[in-house]
């Protein structure tokens, strides 16, 4: 049985009043993958009468809002596996027009920034009742950030959205907590105490906080005139978010509040994992999209299998380890098997699991080997700049799995759509294996540069091993007589990364390796990843070395041309350090810690929390519709919502769009127009 989403279908199951009401930006999808209903689930698990709402109705007389009355704890609200902006805006700032969380894979089911909209209204609604956000666009915003689509800083979404409660990371160990506290009513003082959430506090609150596990951040105010306090703050923030063992509160000052964030919880264990997977889900989508056509996100996941959490690669762009944490959690393979079992007897099942895979595929069951070592490292990577002579990559045990789920009865084939990370390959026959047995025919891989300047910046592996994995996979490939692919990502326009560099990219992949590239894409600036920070501020957080931007949208397809042989290359200035565009001030364009892929064949997307390019895909630049200008109405609602809210944040342009759930599992937002906006009621 669905978790119910209408008044109908609360008293179809003898209710007569909710205790948790969940507002979604993403079409409800009853499977693990999927934030709002893991947390739906969960909280069921616990006793508690909950409910959703996906995608509700912002522009009408909010209805949606409405429809199910009061609950009696609390109301959560999350954009949905993707932050808003993402997934709506392409890394050239167009609109997208279509949206894979929505059923027909049709745009304009939610608005910009769907967090501060969806909070604000309810909190006009219903000005009594907590209201607690959580997801990646909540996750990712809750201090200040650097939002691409406005070309400008914005404060923690607690400020602009007026939420009572932040739940960041991945939430099914807060989120119960937090309903046990709300059981008596509404408790500050306790909802507090709490790890792991972030919330507004005045002066008095803060100056009781334990100065021996307080770090003040430097304030909003500051950051907006000093872009080396931004840098410092996200430096920071990211090595509290990285330690084993967090015990500092941080306060950030926005105006005359506090924006108070409690350290995490320890990294969730196998069993609380397994017991997030193993609950009854429906694994498909709500009856009320039948007929309404295929949701593309659903169909892309729907026979594929996330056996981790978490990623200690810490790539610079990726927005994986600030959502789901740096320390990986694996799966036991009694819960892994017996959802493989289940997939087994869903409809449509042929017998090819689309993906066994993860954030990472390959990090299954890996860590470090003496964990005191760990509990003092700082470092964001485990394997930049080389590889932690702690950590144990041992693959025996991945290859252990991949066999037990070939055995399955009903396996034909068990396919691993994640990427791999080469850079952890070990002396066991991984890559034979995987080649063997796992792999559709194209093999994908994230080099992401060549030019080692870059791929610093990046925090990836030198181009070497690219080069030599190229190499094995060809040998492999010859002796079995296997007519496979290696399919390769890029990026253009990361910071310190110029045209030559881009020239340079093309003269060895495309030049002497012979590639005709399908998965690249341009740098989307994704809030909390330090390729944002670098693209806003000019300069590397922690050395404050100098970085090269492109900045202006022009040069950003010139870098992206080079993919294709400079075949699209715009006329225009040159680029390069100290051309045009030039590190110094902001510039436009990004998306959320991701990227915008073109592919000819989409990644798997899994979900559950953060992924690495957020789920983003790339469309054709054909059929896209330009970002409103600065002023424009938007699809959001923020400056003129129908809930009376404030107006919008000062000097805010509009842009929007990026993804949730990992490209192969990782961790658990109406275009502009002069007249009113109408959609079909669902």
Not at 254 to 271: M, N, Q, S
Not at 371 to 392: E, F
Not at 579 to 595: D, E, F, H, L, Q
Not at 652 to 664: D, I, L, N, V, W
Request: proline letters at 7%; hydrophobic letters at 35%; a positive charge.
């Amino acid at each position: 049985m669905f978790l119910p989403t209408t008044i109908k279908e609360v008293r179809a199951r003898g209710w007569d009043a909710l205790d948790v009401i969940l507002f979604t930006g993403d079409a409800y999808i009853d499977h693990p993958a999927f934030g709002a209903a893991v947390i739906g689930r969960l909280l069921e698990a616990e006793g508690y009468r909950v409910a959703i709402v996906p995608q509700p109705n912002w522009r009408d007389d909010l209805r949606d809002f409405t429809k199910l009355g009061t609950p009696r704890l609390f109301f959560g609200v999350t954009a949905g596996a993707m932050d808003s902006m993402v997934n709506h805006y392409t890394a050239n700032l167009r609109l997208r027009h279509d949206d894979a969380y929505t059923p027909g894979g049709k745009a304009g089911f939610r608005p910009d920034y769907a967090v501060t909209v969806y909070t604000r209204i309810l909190k006009r609604l219903f000005p009594h009742t907590p209201v607690v956000v959580g997801g990646i666009e909540a996750s990712l915003r809750r201090l200040t950030h650097y939002d691409y689509w406005s070309d400008a800083l914005k404060p923690s979404v607690l400020a602009e959205a007026g939420a009572d409660l932040l739940i960041y990371g991945m939430g099914e160990r807060v989120v119960e907590q937090v309903a046990r506290t709300l059981r008596n009513g509404y408790n500050t003082k306790l909802l507090r105490k709490l790890r792991q959430v972030a919330f507004l506090a005045d002066e008095e609150y803060v100056a009781r906080l334990d100065p021996a596990r307080t770090i003040r951040l430097h304030s909003f105010e500051e950051c907006c005139r000093d872009r080396r306090a931004f840098g410092e703050n996200f430096t920071v923030i990211e090595t509290q978010s990285n330690l084993m063992e967090p015990e500092a509160t941080l306060v950030e000052a926005v105006g005359d509040r506090y924006v108070v964030v409690t350290p995490p919880h320890a990294t969730i264990t196998t069993e609380e994992l397994d017991h997030s997977f193993d609950l009854p889900y429906e694994r498909a989508p709500h009856p009320r999209y039948a007929g309404k056509g295929d949701i593309p996100a659903w169909e892309m996941i729907r026979f594929s299998v996330n056996i981790h959490r978490g990623c200690f690669g810490g790539c610079a762009f990726c927005t994986i380890s600030a959502h789901q944490g740096k320390f990986v959690t694996s799966r036991s393979e009694r819960s892994i098997l017996a959802e493989v079992e289940r997939v087994v007897r869903m409809p449509g099942f042929k017998g090819y699991l689309s993906d066994v895979g993860a954030p990472s595929a390959n990090m299954y069951r890996m860590g470090g080997r003496d964990r005191t070592l760990c509990a003092r490292c700082r470092r964001a990577s485990c394997l930049h700049p080389k590889r932690c002579p702690n950590l144990d990559n041992d693959h025996r045990p991945l290859l252990a799995l991949y066999e037990k789920i070939r055995a399955v009865k009903g396996i034909k084939k068990a396919f691993v759509g994640s990427g791999i990370r080469y850079d952890l390959f070990d002396d066991s026959p991984y890559l034979e294996t995987v080649i063997r047995h796992h792999t559709s025919g194209r093999l994908k891989v994230a080099p992401e540069h060549t030019e080692e300047h870059v791929l610093q910046l990046m925090r990836k592996p030198p181009f070497a091993l690219f080069e030599q994995l190229n190499a094995d996979f060809h040998r492999i490939c010859r002796r079995e007589g296997l007519p496979y692919q290696l399919i390769p990502y890029f990026i253009s326009s990361h910071p310190g990364c110029t045209e030559q560099d881009m020239r340079a990219l093309a003269d060895k992949v495309l030049g002497r390796l012979h590639f005709n590239l399908e998965q690249v894409q341009d740098l989307t600036p994704t809030p909390m990843t330090l390729s944002s920070v670098m693209f806003y501020t000019g300069e590397n957080p922690y050395t404050h070395e100098k970085v090269y931007v492109a900045r202006s949208q022009e040069e950003k397809r010139r870098q992206k041309s080079y993919f294709f042989g400079g075949k699209m290359a715009a006329p225009g200035r040159p680029g390069g350090p100290g051309g045009p565009g030039a590190s110094g001030a902001s510039g436009a364009s990004g998306t959320s810690g991701t990227s915008g892929r073109r592919s000819v064949r989409p990644a798997v997307h899994a979900a559950g929390g953060a992924v690495r390019h957020n789920g983003e895909r790339t469309s054709p630049d054909k059929g896209e519709r330009t970002a409103p200008a600065k002023g424009a109405a938007t699809r959001s609602g923020v400056g003129k919502n129908p809930a009376g809210g404030a107006a919008r944040h000062s000097g805010e342009k509009t842009a929007s769009r990026q993804g949730f759930r990992p490209p192969r599992h990782a961790g658990p937002g109406a275009g502009p127009g002069a007249g009113p906006i109408f959609r079909k009621k669902r």
